[in-house]
């Protein structure tokens, strides 16, 4: 659902392609970092990634 929004806001599909993959890379470095670093990972800090 959201990928269709974005798809119909941007319109060209491989923009929407790299905003999604952006999005995960991002998440998922996130993710690492927090966990390289000792980090506690909890549902509070898993929502904060992803606003």
Do not use: H, K, R
Request: charged share 0%.
């Amino acid at each position: 659902m959201i990928t269709v929004t974005m798809y119909i806001s941007v319109i060209y599909i491989l923009s929407t392609i790299m905003i999604v993959i952006d999005l995960v890379l991002a998440l998922v470095g996130s993710v690492i970092a927090v966990a390289l670093t000792g980090g506690i990972i909890s549902i509070a800090s898993l929502f904060s990634f992803v606003t």
